[in-house]
């Protein structure tokens, strides 16, 4: 009779402590404004003009789009706009680019063109407050506190509308302790289904399934768009009202689905 009656507490907590651990809050003000724009992913980039380059997050500017982009963390302290740690990708030479100083960031183009790496400092410059920016941060080698301090550094005389994401809950975990006032966000997807992923199973189980979230208990999700339908991500927004943030939106089709989802939209490819 104690190990039924042990069984039947633990059946009874278990979905509860599940709901617990997709807890977020839903009431930061500035969430209003952010639903208002669609955003750029990458800046407005093409075949001719770079992801992530200063031509990419002008011609987004001059659009009326806000625009997602990615920060690394230099070995001076700075912070340079990049997507992946590599430059093998977008600039030819699998050099990491959190072991570059400020100045040598000159020395790279981007595919082929004159574009130079950007520094987050050249960003906040361009935009001046005149449209919103989802700011990604990109964690390497343990660096995830600096990473996120600098920042939030950088950004406090900085009058314009922004929030902060990552796929690393430690990133949004500093966020909630240091500075609540800022609109944070957890980045994620079915990592079950990424095989190639140098990352544990039981910590691909807990970030697609949004287990951290008890711990940095984010403004919003930002979910891969075509795995939208996964458990945590319906219980999170049913029971505890989440904003949605849709990556990356990629044909009209998806568009109109975020849209009428009430899902932020993170464009690529196309125009909204």
């Given at each position: 009779m104690t190990v039924l009656l042990i069984i039947g507490i633990a059946l009874v907590l278990m979905p509860i402590l599940y709901l617990l651990a997709l807890r977020c809050r839903n009431n930061h003000p500035l969430l209003r404004k952010l639903r208002k724009w669609n955003y750029a992913h990458r800046g407005l980039h093409n075949?001719?003009?770079?992801?992530?380059?200063?031509?990419?997050?002008?011609?987004?500017?001059?659009?009326?789009?806000?625009i997602e982009l990615d920060l690394h963390l230099l070995a001076d302290g700075n912070l340079a706009v990049m997507h992946d740690s590599s430059l093998l990708r977008t600039a030819g030479v699998d050099v990491p680019i959190e072991s570059l100083n400020t100045q040598q960031l000159s020395e790279y183009r981007l595919l082929d063109t004159q574009e130079e790496?950007?520094?987050?400092?050249?960003?906040?410059?361009?935009?001046?407050?005149?449209?919103?920016?989802?700011?990604?941060?990109?964690?390497?080698?343990?660096?995830?506190?600096?990473l996120t301090?600098?920042?939030?550094?950088?950004?406090?005389?900085?009058?314009?509308?922004?929030?902060?994401?990552?796929?690393?809950?430690?990133?949004?975990?500093?966020?909630?302790?240091?500075?609540?006032?800022?609109?944070?966000?957890?980045?994620?997807?079915?990592?079950?289904?990424?095989?190639?992923?140098?990352?544990?199973?039981?910590?691909?189980?807990?970030?697609?399934?949004?287990?951290?979230?008890?711990?940095?208990?984010?403004?919003?999700i930002a979910y891969c768009f075509s795995d939208r339908n996964q458990l945590s991500v319906l219980l999170s927004h049913k029971v505890w009202k989440v904003q949605n943030v849709a990556w990356t939106i990629k044909t009209r089709e998806d568009y109109d689905a975020a849209v009428e989802e009430g899902w932020i939209p993170i464009f690529e490819g196309f125009e909204p």
């Open positions: 075949d001719k003009v770079p992801e992530n380059s200063m031509t990419a997050f002008r011609l987004a500017l001059e659009k009326g789009y806000g790496i950007p520094t987050f400092e050249q960003v906040l410059q361009l935009f001046q407050g005149k449209a919103p920016m989802i700011i990604e941060l990109k964690s390497a080698n343990g660096n995830h506190d600096a301090q600098t920042a939030c550094r950088m950004l406090e005389n900085y009058d314009g509308l922004y929030c902060i994401e990552s796929f690393d809950p430690r990133c949004i975990r500093w966020l909630k302790k240091n500075r609540p006032d800022i609109v944070r966000g957890q980045l994620a997807s079915n990592s079950l289904k990424e095989k190639d992923l140098k990352i544990p199973l039981i910590l691909r189980f807990w970030m697609t399934n949004l287990l951290t979230n008890f711990w940095n208990v984010p403004d919003f």
